[in-house]
């Protein structure tokens, strides 16, 4: 494995920043915000807010990535969770309704540690079961409708707003801090980056690497319950056949965009959240382009690629030679 | 600078800096053919640059090099290997689940129409293979074979792509004696049939086994070379070291026999079927127990026992008196023991972690993630065992990858001695690191021992292990066949154990 | 519903059941089989219970047979079918090949087979009486004509919120609403994305196009592929301050009942509807087919309704929230 001096993501902060601008580029507009019915409204704020549920997402994934493993079924627990709160949202107090769907996001989670941890199935198998079984579920759940609610408080979590920043932009937020304090408050983090670099090693340190399996892959799971939740209250019901679908995929590459290498091992959790937001300027901004939708995947491709080579340290050695030699001449 | 017809391979002015840091100033190497050579110096001292210059995996700043009089400069490892330079690494380049034939002809399979001839292949397979003197089926995985027939296999690999100069890298750090004399058997042979190998080894034992000459590196630079006949030990070990290794580690120094103080550990009929047979074993404090044996012997698995790294299935332990059972290296850690496992890349170094993040992962490990030390508490505990054990560099927040070999071992030993262990185990704390870092390393080992920890180390180093073990026990086949204690300890007692031969072999 | 011909074809079928099998007495019913794709979605589940309840009505002994997705399931379902000697075979297939061997048994067997909702490959043509399906060009014309009806001569701009890339109901629900809005010059659309036929891909398409098109103001009508997609349009219309409904006019199609709802709210205006009941005219068409052999037209079209405010949604609503949507 490459060994890296700790990374301070100038290459994620650029690729982000580049993005937002070619955004203004095609949509002057972009960066303009303004208030509207005591929430900040605007292309960048959209940015924010439609980049949760994948950032929600990434915040576990980072975790279960730095840990050698991959969690493909967090697409689908989100439509179980979402299939979940709507179908109780109105028949059921708000701290009930949650207390079900992160529930039932720490169950998944559960399931896929103990598949991966204990039964030592390869974690891309251990969570495909769910992956597939879990849109399933979902669907049982929601007995293949939408299933739409009126509940204005758990409405609240989609399209709310707290001190005019949309709720699901302060969710993510506090999931962010949370997941940060749970990680670098405490010796998790360290205990993550040494199994993920080497599993061996850190078992015969005395490192519960079993525990802490379970645990990251629970995080993921609660992660994607609140993705769940945010994305069914956002559209004021559950669709289980649609919602998170693929999602799963653009969290790993937040997650791989925020260079976290699936690998393992040294992580870094805000990175990951940036890579999810460059995912979403970039697919806000092919939006607001106006280019015909059969580009859009070309486009999104592209760009990956792009960011992805921006990050590659041959590239970037070869960019810094050219650097050099067209420094050089007069 | 000779110039006979004789002279195989010749590297001039060779030298390669990485950012200004000079790792090769200006090194001349001539190898002759049929020459055994030796290619040594401490870990830093350039030998793997030289080789990664010399086969086109790094690019030279400067420097001239002529095969046969012919000049070349390949600029990958493949086209040295078809300009008939060929390298083996310490850890083999192959692929260990493909078939041996299959790994002897990667790329160059028999083909007919395009379909590759397995048979044919097996066959060929056989006939080189029977050229070493071995006879193994060829169509098993090459992981299924020891390390040493494994790199005998690459060896072969590298010969039969028509090398003419083979470089072998530390090929006996993981073979025991019998292997290595199975290689030096095939080295000698492929030397009279003219090749020129440039072998890189820190045993200088087998460097006066096998080598004509010498060439030392120090610090970069040429620190000279010649006929092993010419550089008696004592020089050589000077021109490596720029100095004269200390006395210390070749004497037995006189010690107070400690074998009246209240035992830390006990094990009976401790074992596990299938990897060691029940042995008993006792641990006191300020006693070194040494496990001497051929690699496969059963040491490494006796030691892992005793941490709980494998569960015994038979035995009783008892630690201070009391029994337990010791299921998982956590358990073992709360009864205060330390591990550091003899395969110190793939069981001890997280590599991209920086050195003092693997110098307190045991100790967090065992306060638990919801105790964690804080930044400064680490900082502290990193400056001071880097402080004492002169960890080079004393950067904290290197990543310990970067570290040479006898650097990360020492990080181990600070993992393990930041948890203030009661019981220290050492498998082969030596291996593979450079001379000056022995010396260090076995200091440290007597020193501890005086501060009343309890040390069991295994070590090949048999003249290493005669100088600080207050008993050593010799295994054989996965068991525990002999005991010596104070005054019997010596490297011909332990030799005549081990190669005992058993009551049933011919 | 032509209840002379019911009763007639009920009698005969009865008659010919009762000679042909010597069944019971009470036999005056036919049998009918239908393999049933699955319950993918709302409008799907929906037709399965338009289709019970209209057999029901027809006194019709219905047998649906869930494939869950798969045409091996199908495949099973028919075989069942022909074994229990059905009087015809209903079949909603999940692909477009691959029934020629199961279809020629039915034949053999004289058993007719009628498809719904979806065609197959033209080579089958021969091996099925008739496919009743909707016509998704029509659907998406009838909306246009709608918005051109509608807007009158005044300048409108349109954004259209496009089903799934590569999706024949998304290429030919664009293709009839630009042939529907072919003659207004008036009448354009400015922007057009995918939503994936999904309600939260609507809402951030549609959030994009407020911004794009300046807080909404240049925009004076959404055309969505479906109605999920207009729901979740509708509901970052109401974010953006904007008022559905009468700032910006809305059709779509499917007519799901969600829709109706936000019609009887004033938030939405037109819909089309993709009718469930393609049994219907299917049921009616075998009972003259086994009555009296009128060979039915190998296409049935089922209409392509529109519904505005106008047409009391609120009641439609309330029809239909239980078919299962």
Same mark, same amino acid.
């Given at each position: 494995m490459a060994l890296r001096l700790p990374r301070i993501g100038t290459s994620q902060v650029a690729a982000l920043v580049l993005i937002l601008a070619a955004n203004w580029m095609v949509s002057p507009q972009f960066f303009d915000i303004r208030m509207q019915d005591g929430r900040l409204f605007g292309s960048l704020i959209d940015v924010l807010n439609r980049g949760a549920p994948v950032a929600l997402l990434s915040l576990g994934m980072v975790l279960v990535i730095a840990m050698r493993g991959i969690d493909l079924s967090v697409g689908a627990v989100m439509a179980i969770c979402g299939a979940i709160a709507a179908s109780l949202a109105d028949s059921h107090s708000l701290p009930v309704v949650l207390a079900a769907a992160l529930g039932a996001g720490l169950a998944c989670g559960l399931w896929n540690g103990l598949l991966v941890a204990v039964l030592g199935i390869q974690p891309i198998v251990a969570t495909l079961i769910l992956m597939v079984a879990g849109r399933g579920i979902a669907q049982l759940i929601? *007995?293949?409708?939408?299933?739409?609610?009126?509940?204005? *408080?758990?409405?609240?979590?989609g399209s709310g707003s707290v001190l005019g920043l949309p709720t699901p932009v302060v969710l993510t937020l506090g999931m962010l801090a949370l997941t940060l304090l749970v990680v670098r408050g405490t010796a998790l983090g360290l205990m993550i980056e040494a199994t993920g670099g080497n599993p061996r090693a850190s078992a015969l340190a005395g490192v519960g690497t079993r525990v802490i399996t379970v645990a990251v892959y629970m995080w993921s799971g609660l992660c994607a319950a609140l993705a769940g939740i945010v994305a069914a209250a956002d559209i004021l019901g559950a669709d289980a056949n649609n919602a998170g679908l693929w999602l799963e995929l653009d969290a790993i590459l937040a997650v791989v965009i925020g260079g976290t290498s699936l690998f393992g091992g040294r992580f870094s959790v805000i990175l990951a959240?940036?890579?999810a937001l460059i995912i979403q300027a970039m697919n806000t901004g092919i939006l607001l382009s106006g280019f015909p939708p059969e580009t859009n995947l070309v486009v999104k491709a592209l760009v990956v690629l792009a960011v992805l080579l921006a990050q590659s340290p041959r590239l970037g050695g070869f960019l810094a030679g050219l650097g050099v030699l067209f420094g050089r001449r007069p | 600078m000779p110039n006979d017809d004789s002279i195989l391979l010749s590297l001039t002015g060779f030298s390669k800096a990485f950012a200004g840091f000079v790792a090769l100033d200006h090194v001349d190497f001539t190898l002759r053919r049929g020459e055994i050579h030796a290619l040594l110096g401490e870990n830093g001292a350039g030998k793997s640059t030289l080789i990664k210059t010399m086969t086109g995996v790094v690019a030279r700043d400067a420097g001239t090099m002529r095969l046969d009089g012919v000049e070349i400069a390949p600029r990958s490892a493949a086209e040295a290997t078809r300009m008939g330079i060929a390298t083996v690494y310490q850890e083999v380049n192959l692929a260990p689940n493909l078939s041996v034939a299959q790994n002897l002809f990667l790329g160059r399979q028999p083909t007919r129409l395009g379909l590759v001839r397995e048979r044919?292949?097996?066959?060929?397979?056989?006939?080189?293979?029977?050229?070493?003197?071995?006879?193994?089926?060829v169509a098993a995985p090459l992981e299924s074979y020891s390390v040493a027939i494994q790199h005998i296999v690459a060896i072969a690999r590298a010969v039969d792509q028509s090398a003419r100069v083979l470089i072998l890298d530390e090929p006996t750090a993981s073979l025991d004696a019998h292997e290595v004399e199975v290689l030096f058997g095939v080295m000698r042979q492929l030397a009279a049939r003219g090749i020129g190998i440039v072998f890189v080894t820190h045993f200088l034992d087998q460097v006066y086994a096998i080598c004509d000459r010498i060439t030392v590196l120090r610090n970069g630079r040429l620190a000279g070379s010649a006929p092993v006949a010419e550089l008696p030990r004592l020089d050589l070990v000077r021109m490596m070291l720029g100095r004269e290794l200390s006395a210390a580690t070749a004497q037995r120094p006189p010690r107070a026999p400690a074998t009246d103080a209240a035992p830390l550990a006990a094990f009976e009929s401790f074992g596990k079927a299938g990897t060691v047979a029940p042995f008993d074993l006792t641990l006191r404090p300020g006693h070194v127990v040494g496990l001497a044996g051929l690699l496969g012997s059963g040491r490494t698995e006796t030691v892992r026992l005793v941490f709980g790294a494998d569960r015994a299935d038979c035995g009783r332990a008892e630690v201070g008196g009391q029994a337990v059972v010791i299921a998982s290296p956590r358990e073992a850690m709360r009864l205060g023991f330390g591990y550091c496992p003899e395969e110190r890349k793939t069981?001890?170094?997280?590599?991209?972690?920086?050195?003092?993040?693997?110098?307190?992962?045991a100790l967090q490990a065992r306060r638990g993630a919801m105790h964690p030390l804080s930044r400064r508490e680490q900082d502290e505990i990193a400056a001071k065992f880097i402080r004492l054990l002169d960890i080079r560099p004393p950067d904290p927040e290197r990543p310990i990858g970067l570290l040479s070999g006898g650097n990360q071992?020492?990080?181990?030993?600070?993992?393990?001695?930041a948890t203030a262990p009661r019981l220290l185990i050492l498998d082969e704390p030596t291996r593979g690191i450079d001379v000056g870092a022995h010396a260090e390393i076995i200091g440290l080992i007597r020193d501890l021992c005086a501060e009343g920890m309890a040390l069991l180390v295994v070590s090949s180093e048999l003249e290493e292990i005669v100088t600080y073990a207050d008993e050593v026990i010799v295994l054989r086949d996965r068991a525990h066949v002999a005991q010596l204690t104070g005054e019997a300890i010596s490297v011909p007692a332990i030799l005549a154990a081990i190669a005992e031969a058993p009551a049933d072999a011919a | 519903m032509n209840f002379k011909t019911l009763l007639l074809a009920t009698a005969l079928s009865g008659v010919a059941a009762g000679a042909l099998l010597s069944a019971p007495a009470q036999a005056a019913e036919l049998t009918i089989g239908f393999s049933q794709i699955g319950s993918e979605s709302g409008w799907r589940a929906a037709e399965t219970t338009v289709s019970k309840s209209e057999a029901k009505k027809r006194n019709i002994n219905f047998k649906i047979a869930d494939a869950q997705q798969k045409q091996e399931n199908q495949i099973k379902a028919i075989r069942s079918f022909i074994a229990q000697g059905v009087d015809a075979i209903f079949l909603a297939p999940v692909v477009a090949t691959g029934w020629d061997a199961v279809l020629k048994e039915a034949k053999e067997a004289q058993i007719p087979v009628v498809l719904l909702d979806r065609d197959i490959d033209p080579s089958g043509k021969e091996l099925y009486l008739t496919a009743v399906t909707s016509d998704s060009v029509a659907e998406g014309k009838v909306a246009g004509q709608w918005l051109v009806k509608t807007v009158g001569s005044k300048p409108c701009n349109v954004v259209e919120l496009q089903g799934t890339v590569g999706a024949s109901v998304a290429t030919n629900r664009k293709k009839g609403f630009e042939d529907g809005i072919a003659g207004a010059s008036n009448v354009k659309i400015v922007r057009s994305q995918t939503g994936d036929f999904t309600r939260a891909k609507g809402?951030?398409?549609?959030?994009?196009?407020?911004?794009?098109?300046?807080?909404?103001?240049?925009?004076c009508a959404v055309y969505a592929h479906n109605d999920d997609m207009m729901v979740g349009a509708i509901q970052a219309m109401k974010e953006a301050g904007l008022k559905p409904g009468t700032d910006v006019l809305t059709v779509s199609i499917d007519a799901v009942p969600d829709i109706f709802k936000a019609m009887a709210a004033g938030e939405a205006n037109a819909t089309v509807e993709l009718t469930p009941n393609m049994a219907g005219p299917a049921f009616d068409a075998i009972i003259a087919y086994k009555a009296k052999g009128t060979v039915p037209p190998k296409w049935i079209q089922t209409e392509s309704k529109l519904y505005t405010q106008a047409d009391n949604p609120k009641a439609i609503y309330e029809s239909k929230k239980d078919l299962g949507y």
């Open positions: 929601t *007995e293949g409708r939408i299933v739409t609610f009126t509940s204005p *408080e758990l409405a609240f979590l959240v940036v890579g | 044919e292949m097996r066959r060929r397979a056989e006939d080189l293979l029977a050229g070493f003197g071995l006879s193994i089926d069981e001890g170094i997280v590599a991209e972690l920086t050195v003092r993040e693997n110098i307190v992962l071992q020492k990080a181990l030993l600070a993992r393990w001695l | 809402k951030e398409v549609m959030e994009s196009f407020i911004k794009a098109e300046g807080g909404g103001k240049n925009i």
